[in-house]
């Protein structure tokens, strides 16, 4: 059975997604408070968080980037929250975030959001072989990244984005379709948000005036390739 934590300091919306979830066959944690939350997965770490952006001490954001800080790296985290600009999509998936889903919600869409991201870490965890392309190494496993043998801290989405470029070198892929494998297709976050994760990419496989290995196909994609 997974199990979810779900952080939320609003009884209402607490109860109800506990109650569908738990109808649905998960273990359910609940807590309404941001530091709790770090406490909990300190002590017994969840499959999945569901994390309200809003509350009274931590905000979700900072929540995300301690968990990330923490090392829980595979650990898939869901957003939640009533913002639904731009701005707060990116601020909350560059926090560490796997996934943003705003208020109100129909309760069958959150729990394709879940069970998609569940999916995608199982996923992961099968395929096992390391990927390589020129300097580039991934391992699905750990999902850490290297380039000439030196680590790179990338967040969960960073990751997802570069780990499908690399499943997929030297073919041109489009936005449309990078979209749906990373954010999925019913993501409120938008296609410009691509470029900005991109950009957040090619900054840190780059450094030290190493050579672009993601491409630009004006106006169709983005290709990965030596």
């Known amino acids: ?80 929250t009533a913002r639904d600009s731009l701005p707060d999509k990116v601020a909350g998936l560059d926090s560490g975030a796997d996934d943003y889903i705003t208020k109100p919600f129909a309760f069958d869409e959150l729990l394709a959001r879940i069970r998609a991201n569940l999916r995608r870490v199982e996923d992961t965890a099968k395929r096992g072989q390391k990927l390589e392309i020129a300097d580039l190494v991934l391992d699905p496993v750990s999902r850490q990244v290297w380039r000439g043998g030196k ?34 297709y019913d993501n409120e976050a938008g296609l410009e948000v691509i470029k900005v994760y991109i950009n957040y990419l090619r900054a840190k496989l780059n450094e030290a005036n190493k050579p672009d290995l993601i491409h630009t196909v004006r106006g169709i994609g983005y290709i990965l390739k030596a």
């Open 1 to 80: 059975m997974k199990r979810i934590l779900l952080v939320d300091d609003e009884p209402q919306i607490t109860t109800f997604i506990q109650r569908g979830l738990v109808y649905k066959g998960y273990e359910v944690v609940t807590v309404d408070r941001g530091e709790l939350a770090l406490d909990r997965v300190r002590e017994s770490p969840p499959d999945l968080v569901v994390l309200d952006v809003m509350l009274p001490d931590l905000d979700g954001c900072e929540v995300c980037r301690r968990l990330r800080a923490a090392g829980e790296r595979n650990l898939p985290v869901l957003m939640l």
């Open 151 to 184: 680590s790179i801290e990338l967040t969960a989405r960073e990751y997802d984005l570069l780990e499908l470029l690399t499943h997929n070198a030297g073919q041109v892929l489009t936005k449309e379709i990078i979209f749906e494998r990373v954010w999925g």
